[in-house]
């Protein structure tokens, strides 16, 4: 727990704000924030305008604030973020709490005005798909930026840290996200989309390239499977041709079912607590909520191999490559070996009980926020 202190006045920027509707970060910053303000802490998340109808100023004991931005692929969340810091520095905040390295010119304008900054990077934006060459070149500036400028950089992963560590000689604190441990609470949701429990594949991811949705429509249309459905829940903010193209090849291939956003309350946790397996395709990124929460939900979790992910994981998950036919090979394995799928259930939970509880991460996202606060850490400190 942190040291006694006054409470302080904590500002979170950089998502798109609370209640949670979009993603990992939006979910981060409800589940720290509302923690924060139980523990007597006085706390604002700064929120886009339409997040939720009616834009509500207070959610669970958090105030929410609103401020403009320029609505479009590339600036919706830099512009936001930097309206979100111009009427922070009005307030003044003891500690300025900013998501995402890309909003790095924050800290810039935070630093001139002597306010205390701390930001969690969160992954690696620029390997993002969907980003251009200038935007990649963009987050990598914004990358070292964020490691000069910030009183203290927050990593989520050990992975993300060592990145930093070897790409930029940043010192930063590691503090993982949470994950809640869920059961199944009404499962007549699973008839609302069509589906019987334990006869269905999931995933839940923004689709986007690098979350590899394509590649699971792929390997399912090269399995050929029949008895068992493909679901897919999620969206993204923006009109591509990678998620017209998906759509397109989910119509093209039998037994795929492509949901959209889920937002319904419990109904993503029952998704998750009946599916037979769960797909998580995410290889950019810091610690993935989404693969937590499905860890959380004590399910058979099929992930794509890479470091950030058997972080997570570790033995308690299966794995497979970047490629089509080695997912197919995996899917057509677990299938024929329900004993197996079983076993994997029955420890996916023991995965996040230790390392990502929600109310161990506030402990040390509370102190953090007090030690700078009060000038115990900052960029000169060790690496936690």
């Known amino acids: 727990m942190a040291r006694k202190t006054r409470p302080l006045r ?10 949670a509707r979009y993603g990992g970060a939006e979910t981060w910053a409800q589940e720290l924030s509302v923690r924060l303000a139980a523990r007597g802490h006085d706390v604002t998340v700064y929120c886009r305008h339409n997040n939720v109808e009616g834009d509500p100023t207070e959610h669970n004991g958090v105030h929410l604030a609103y401020a403009p931005c320029v609505n479009t692929k590339t600036l919706s969340t830099l512009t936001h973020s930097i309206a979100s810091l111009l009427s922070a520095m009005r307030r003044r905040f003891d500690v300025l709490l900013v998501f995402n390295a890309g909003n ?12 205390k ?28 930026v964020s490691s000069r400028m910030a009183d203290r950089v927050i990593v989520d992963s050990v ?40 006869k269905y594949v999931l995933m839940t991811s923004r689709l986007e390239p690098e979350n590899n ?37 989910a119509a093209g291939t039998r037994g795929v079912r492509l949901l959209g956003g889920v937002y319904a309350p419990g109904h993503i946790d029952e998704l ?22 499905a860890l959380g939900s004590g399910a058979c979790v099929l992930s794509i191999d890479v470091d950030i992910n058997r972080e997570v994981g570790g033995d308690r998950m299966l794995y497979y490559k970047k490629d089509p036919d080695d997912l197919a090979g995996l899917l057509k394995s677990v299938i024929n070996d ?6 994997m259930r029955a420890t996916a939970q023991a995965a996040v009980t230790a390392r990502y509880n929600w109310d161990a991460v506030t402990d040390r996202y509370e102190q953090l926020l007090v030690d700078v606060s009060e000038g115990r850490v900052g960029r000169s400190s060790p690496r936690e």
Request: aromatic fraction near 10%; proline fraction near 4%.
């Open 10 to 19: 904590v500002a979170l920027i950089g998502t798109r704000g609370v209640p």
């Open 338 to 343: 329900p004993e197996t799928v079983e076993k």
């Open 159 to 198: 992975t993300i840290g060592d990145y930093y560590a070897n790409r930029w000689h940043a010192r930063s604190t590691y503090i993982g996200n949470g994950a809640p441990l869920t059961s199944s609470r009404d499962p007549s949701i699973l008839a609302t989309y069509g589906l019987e429990r334990r």
């Open 272 to 293: 998750l607590c009946g599916c037979y397996v769960y797909v998580h395709g995410n290889e950019v990124g810091g610690t993935s909520p989404g693969l937590l929460q």
């Open 104 to 115: 790095a010119p924050t800290l810039v304008l935070a630093r001139a005005t002597g306010q």
């Open 213 to 249: 949705a394509a590649l699971l429509v792929d390997a399912w249309k090269a399995l050929g499977e029949e008895e068992y459905q493909l679901v897919i829940a999620g969206t993204t903010n923006w009109k591509s041709a990678y998620v017209r193209d998906l759509a397109a090849a």
């Open 117 to 144: 900054v701390v930001i969690n990077v969160d992954g690696q934006d620029w390997r993002r798909g969907k980003w251009g060459r200038l935007e990649k070149a963009y987050y990598q500036v914004a990358e070292l």
